[in-house]
């Protein structure tokens, strides 16, 4: 099972090209300008499973995060090496790569340093501002200078006693528009893939009637454990429906409800945006280590990336690979088993 783990983007990518042809799947190669080490040619890639004209669907998708890509994809590859049985009608989607740059430098931002996770706003929402608090963080999280042993953890620690966990959380991670150097920076305009992707959508995914998009991430949550993010208001209904077909506790994207932190421009508000289909959104987070010492990784790549030489075996770019995708044995077997048991369950949701 643990093969199905490919560190690197364009092994990942041939593998799952492999696997669409031998599937007879339907794809699509959506090409970013931006390249990889060495020129490599960088690609959003879909493959579409199961009936052309499906009017349901299940969108899997990956690497939204770049590096969090290992994890995504391994799912993806393995389902398509074992596909389940499809529901009457129903597709599935499978989408690798949506920050393919991020993944093959070994960074979570893209080519533009963008967190494409904050980059999908609505079209009358301008791309400024930030959160309050985040302007004081920035000296701590942003240094303008390659990486350095410079107190980190003391002064982090100090962050958190003064603001409380849950707000520095929010103004740190829930998106900026004005630090372009800055971790969770959203951008100054719908990005390259993301432009691509969403008129794939348009195009594409209009006809459906219902629709799941589960998202794969790594990087919050305790070690190995998944928290299913999803778009429903904390305690209602719809709620208690999805941790029914999840057979799992679901938590709303809310700050103060978990390990969750509200966000805007996120890849989920896209589709309701797009499209009629009756949609349930499911964002599949996977814990590694502490959140402080995610942010440390996060810190460290950057500083490097943006003023350093980036070169994928600097301490740096091999921490971001440990950081959200472990090579833990443990911790990749549990990680696929219930990425496979998730998507199964998400297929399940699309019976009804
Ligand atoms: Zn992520």
């Known amino acids: 099972m643990i093969a199905h783990y490919l560190d690197h983007y364009a092994d990942a990518r041939a593998d799952f090209l492999q696997k669409g042809k031998a599937l007879g799947a339907k794809t699509w190669a959506l090409p ?8 490599l040619a960088l690609s959003i890639d879909i493959a579409w499973l199961g009936p052309p004209k499906a009017k349901r669907a299940l969108l899997h998708c990956s690497g939204l995060h770049g590096i969090e890509g290992v994890c995504g994809s391994a799912i993806q590859r393995a389902l398509m090496e074992k596909l389940p049985e499809l529901p009457p009608d129903t597709a599935l989607i499978l989408v690798h790569a949506m920050n393919p740059y991020g993944w093959a430098w070994r960074r979570r931002v893209n080519e533009s340093n963008v967190d494409l996770n904050r980059n999908f706003l609505a079209p009358d929402r301008p791309y400024e501002g930030a959160p309050e608090g985040y302007a004081k963080m920035d000296a701590l999280l942003n240094p303008p200078s390659p990486p ?15 603001h409380g966990f849950n707000a520095m959380k929010q103004a740190v991670v829930g998106g900026q528009y004005a630090f372009p150097k800055g971790l969770f920076f959203g951008g100054t305009q719908l990005e390259e893939g993301p432009a691509a992707y969403s008129a794939w959508v348009s ?53 103060d409800a978990g390990v969750a932190y509200a966000i805007e421009g ?51 770019k ?35």
């Open 203 to 255: 195009d594409n995914l209009q006809d459906l009637e219902r629709l799941v998009v589960l998202d794969i991430h790594t990087g919050l949550g305790p070690p190995a454990y998944d928290t299913l993010l999803v778009d429903v208001p904390a305690r209602s209904p719809q709620e208690a429906t999805l941790a029914k077909a999840f057979q799992h506790e679901v938590v709303p994207w809310d700050p």
């Open 318 to 352: 091999v921490g971001m690979l440990e950081t959200f995708a472990p090579t833990a044995k443990a911790w990749r077997r549990e990680v696929l088993e219930r990425g496979l048991r998730v998507a199964n369950q998400a297929l399940g949701l699309l019976k009804d």
């Open 32 to 39: 970013i300008a931006a390249t990889g080490p060495e020129g």
């Open 148 to 162: 350095s042993a410079d107190l980190y953890y003391p002064r982090a620690a100090w962050s958190v006693l003064r």
């Open 266 to 316: 996120a890849h989920m508000s896209l589709y309701e945006r797009l499209l009629t289909a009756r949609t349930d959104t499911v964002t599949q987070e996977f814990g590694t280590r502490k959140s402080l010492a995610v942010l440390k990784a996060l810190r460290e790549e950057n500083r490097l990336h943006l003023h350093g030489r980036p070169a994928l075996d600097h301490p740096a």
